[in-house]
């Protein structure tokens, strides 16, 4: 019973729906997207899976553990870096490394040693005695998906992972992901960035209005819907190459 | 009970908020000095009133004796409804922290619970200060002042636990009133056990040992504050910890619409008073405050109108003291958004006097309601306005709320920031009236007269404030 399942998880905000009955399995070793518009259930899907709130109807769990009922044990199965970096100012990056290491309790030497090779890589070294308060967004980010990926759990879960990485950290972050992937972790991960989630992902998830419209390899999809990228096959699947027709006559109407 | 998650929570914050004291220091040097000053004086100072105030207080009549511990109770229960109501220990933490493997009751203790009863510790050690040295004079037993922090404890918390439950109740989550009625059989059981019927309760028996005057055993009033801290502790963890936290709407009812004036002034001022005004926390807290405020008013007239004159003052002044929390709060809580007001076409001095405007028009916006219901009761027993001077009190302490917002800035939802916050807070209203009631008189003296004196130094501290708060957010654009 291990990576991550979901089946039929529901969460609605007054008489809206955001996620509807959505079901998905992650297996041990997968790198999964969640991709699609804004608003249709991303985040909401990772902060479900997260236990950052609680769903409706519908149960997920991760290695087999359900995160309503055994939160914790679930918690301890996975990390997560969320589109916001970490509110703790003052605190510098080597710091919050440590914060964040605690909380999991997890053995020093090896996350150390992780964290270390990965702050060298997105090139963090000399951010290490840094408040986290006087670095910039992106490289907050780096040090968010640092602390995350250098835990040694079965499930990462990240959202917008490119948001406010240089290109060098994108190609840094892809190269990590894809060999958490191939150590027999689950990845999901939830993305506007499709070229990023086409190279990294073994599956993706196509989201629209709460529900899953379409999924399977990058390949696959592509083929599905006789589309020469993922681009292309998500305006498909979402209907939203017509908007964007219309959007283009009535932009050249403004020109005339 | 604590996790060791719980304590590495609470002491990455609190190493936050030490930092962040740091350009505080650069910024202001001599409040600094005075902050650090003030808690002695202010322990000194109760102290010296504790041991003026004994021989009137020993030759008082039963009445006053529960009256004094009653008023003791007021002050705790407001403080501590204060702290914990407006804080939360989901919002004050990012994401990926609260995905962490930390229980809900760790998640708690980290954020809010250790610094609440850090908190209750020193309003209560600044409550023995007062008390010790009365006790001493009129003989009481030793152990009366542990009998009297049990006491200052056990209503803290049940005032949180009220906190937490009228939180709740405004979050559509009725079942939390469940909580109530152990809070209220412990106070009529603790009462009742140790002789002081279900009112005043323990209040009595408990005025009786702090002024000496007639001896109950010690034993059963131990038992009976016991029973009231262990009620009122039980269910402040229960219903804050246990109790799953009803998720916010995303898509609310936001009131009036936000009408943006020309005025780069009114426009940086009218956000952030539109954005204080529709937080519920603040609006849960100004009802409360003016419900508190209302009730007791209520009181003193129907009870005691040879003092209502007095009572209308400190009830005033309670009432500016518990809405402070809307002034300190007002430049903490637009953090997130002075990149919009750096980026906009708005100069430094406007947003500046903007914030400082804001936030003190925000004090005196919420001090307004409780004044009302504080207010009605006493003209209904016949007494006027209140004079001019307690106007004026009030005025200052929302001005120098104002001043200690800018220098130590919090947010509506971090406790620890808010108790860090507070205690600036009270140090620079200290010094404010100490050295105010210094100056003051040696003025009139010389034949200024007295409004103008008042006048004076009331903008003098308008000065200061704003002095304060071009400093600290020069200082943060520096940083």
């Given amino acids: 019973m291990s990576g991550l399942r979901i089946s039929g998880a529901t969460k609605r905000y007054g008489d809206k729906t955001v996620v509807g009955r959505l079901s998905m399995t992650v297996e041990p070793g997968v790198v999964a997207g969640l991709v699609g518009p804004n608003g249709c259930g991303k985040t909401t899907t990772l902060s479900l899976i997260a236990g950052l709130i609680t769903p409706d109807e519908g149960r997920i769990s991760v290695s087999g553990y359900d995160t309503v009922v055994s939160p914790l044990a679930a918690k301890r199965n996975f990390g997560f870096v969320p589109d916001t970096p970490s509110g703790f100012e003052h605190l510098t990056v080597r710091e919050y490394l440590e914060l964040y290491r605690n909380l999991y309790r997890q053995p020093p030497a090896r996350y150390e040693e992780r964290a270390g090779v990965m702050l060298e890589a997105f090139g963090l070294l000399e951010y290490g005695e840094a408040n986290l308060g006087e670095l910039s967004h992106g490289i907050r980010r780096k040090v968010a998906t640092t602390a995350a990926l250098s835990l040694d759990v079965p499930t990462i879960l990240i959202d917008e992972p490119t948001l406010g990485l240089d290109p060098e950290g994108v190609v840094v972050l892809r190269r990590l992901v894809r060999h958490i992937g191939s150590t027999g972790s689950a990845v999901l991960l939830a993305t506007q960035d499709l070229t990023f989630a086409e190279r990294v992902c073994d599956h993706l998830f196509l989201l629209y209005d709460g529900g899953i419209a379409a999924d399977g390899s990058p390949a696959l999809l592509r083929e599905r819907y006789q589309a020469s990228s993922i681009e292309e096959t998500f305006l498909a699947v979402t209907g939203m190459g017509r908007r964007i027709d219309d959007f283009e006559r009535r932009l050249d109407a403004f020109s005339r | ?360 028009c925000a004090g005196i916006l919420v001090v307004v309601v409780p004044t009302a219901t504080a207010t009605l009761p006493f003209f209904w027993v016949g007494r006027g306005p209140p004079e001019l001077g307690v106007v004026v009190v009030v005025g200052v302490t929302l001005l120098v709320a104002t001043g200690a917002g800018f220098l130590v800035p919090c947010s509506l939802e971090n406790a620890s920031e808010q108790v860090l916050s507070y205690a600036a807070f009270g140090a620079s209203l200290a010094g404010v009236f100490t050295v105010g009631s210094w100056v003051a008189p040696r003025l009139t003296v010389l034949g200024i007269p007295e409004l103008l004196v008042v006048a004076g130094l009331t903008l003098i501290v308008a000065g200061l404030v704003v002095a304060a708060a071009f400093l600290r957010e020069h200082e943060r654009r520096k940083a």
Avoid at chain 2, 19 to 32: E, G, N, Q
Avoid at chain 2, 150 to 157: M, N, R, S, T, V
């Fill in chain 2, 1 to 360: 009970m604590i996790s060791s998650g719980a304590w590495t929570l609470f002491r990455a914050n609190a190493l936050c908020l030490m930092r962040r004291l740091r350009p505080v220091a650069r910024t202001s040097p001599v409040l600094s000095l005075l902050a650090l000053l003030a808690p002695a004086a202010l322990i000194v100072g109760l102290a010296w009133a504790g041991w003026r105030g004994a021989a009137t207080l020993a030759a008082s009549n039963d009445g006053a004796s529960t009256a004094v511990v009653l008023t003791v109770g007021i002050v705790f229960a407001i403080v501590g409804f204060n702290v914990q109501h407006v804080s939360s220990a989901d919002r004050s933490l990012d994401a990926q922290i609260r995905s962490a493997p930390l229980s809900r009751l760790g998640l708690f203790m980290g954020t809010v619970g250790i610094p609440f009863t850090i908190c209750c510790l020193v309003v209560s050690i600044l409550s023995l200060a007062l008390f010790v040295p009365l006790i001493y004079v009129v003989g009481a037993p030793p152990y009366t002042p542990i009998h009297l922090a049990l006491f200052e404890a056990a209503i803290f918390y049940a005032a949180g636990a009220v906190g937490e439950v009228l939180k709740r109740v405004t979050r559509r989550q009725p079942v939390a009133l469940l909580a109530l009625p152990p809070l209220i059989l412990s106070w009529a059981g603790s009462g009742l056990t140790t002789g002081g019927g279900a009112w005043p309760g323990i209040a009595r028996p408990l005025g009786h040992a702090v002024l000496n005057t007639t001896t109950d055993p010690a034993l059963r009033l131990t038992g009976g504050l016991l029973l009231l801290l262990l009620a009122g502790v039980g269910v402040w963890i229960s219903v804050a910890a246990f109790l799953d936290f009803p998720e916010q709407q995303t898509f609310s009812h936001v009131g009036r619409r936000l009408r943006v004036p020309g005025s780069g002034f009114g426009v940086v001022s009218s956000v952030a008073l539109k954005r204080m005004g529709r937080n519920r926390s603040v609006q849960r807290h100004t009802l409360f405050v003016a419900f508190v405020a209302g009730m007791l008013s209520c009181l003193t007239s129907a009870l005691l109108p040879g003092v209502a004159q007095v009572a209308f003052g400190g009830l005033l002044l309670l009432a500016a003291l518990s809405v402070a929390i809307v002034p300190l709060a007002t430049y903490g809580a637009d953090r997130d958004s002075s990149w919009f007001w750096r980026s906009a076409p708005v100069s430094f001095v406007t947003y500046v006097l903007g914030m400082v405007g804001a936030s003190f």
